[in-house]
């Protein structure tokens, strides 16, 4: 059974950087779309940025387009998040999270356990 | 922009049928999943396509669509099914509804 598990948040200032890592344990990391997913303190899931299996395609929410780049390192079984620029609406429990086949369609199906990002100064 | 939309909360009584509604314009063309989070806890996925339990989640959750509403049922609702739960569905984006407070009272 996969398991996903976040590292590398923190505190930071405001026009910061921090480099989220997600390692992923169990087989066929590599054929899988993965995504990031934040929620803010008290609020929704949002869904931030998602690659395919062999990151040559990615896609950002708005909010977050042109600041924080995902990638991954299939060799490494390891997702990755950079997040340039911070600001203090960034601060969140950011999740890892693969997209699965169910069958007639696809969705999240594993998820971190997340890590914290705190944006302040 | 496509969005999903559910109540902020509901209450039901222990045993009683909770109903949690979820409405989107792209919903009559894609499927909608179900997520339940309790407090300080990682999301877990209850209902997928729609109505299909994944394993190990009980049968008194259930799931319809019709139109451009989803609807997730918890027939007979315990005190440990109290939590948030999130719609997600996608319309070539990947979107959350803003979740509904469930609290069993």
């Known amino acids: 059974e996969v398991q996903l598990a976040e590292s590398g948040g923190g505190l930071v200032q405001p026009g910061g950087s921090l480099r989220l890592s997600c390692a992923a344990s169990?087989?066929?990391?590599?054929?899988?779309?993965m995504h990031w997913v934040r929620q803010a303190p008290g609020k929704g899931l949002v869904w931030v940025s998602g690659i395919d299996s062999d990151g040559r395609s990615t896609n950002h929410a708005d909010s977050v387009k042109g600041r924080f780049t995902i990638s991954r390192d299939n060799a490494k079984n390891t997702l990755y998040m950079q997040m340039n620029s911070l600001r203090a609406e960034d601060t969140a429990v950011y999740y890892c999270?693969?997209?699965?086949?169910?069958?007639?369609?696809?969705?999240?199906?594993?998820w971190g356990q997340g890590t914290t990002v705190t944006v302040s100064s | 922009s496509y969005e999903l939309t559910q109540p902020p909360s509901v209450s039901v009584s222990p045993g009683q049928t909770a109903r949690i509604t979820c409405s989107g314009n792209a919903l009559p063309k894609n499927f909608a999943y179900w997520y339940q989070q309790k407090s300080g806890q990682a999301p877990v996925l209850v209902i997928y396509?729609?109505?299909k339990r994944p394993s190990g989640i009980p049968e008194r959750f259930s799931g319809s669509r019709s139109g451009t509403m989803a609807t997730l049922i918890i027939s007979g609702a315990q005190v440990e099914d109290e939590a948030d739960y999130y719609c997600y569905s996608t319309d070539r984006r990947r979107v959350f509804g803003g979740g509904t407070k469930v609290t069993v009272l």
């Open positions: 169990g087989p066929i990391f590599s054929s899988y779309w």
């Open positions: 396509e729609d109505n």
């Open positions: 999270v693969r997209e699965g086949w169910f069958g007639e369609s696809y969705g999240m199906d594993v």
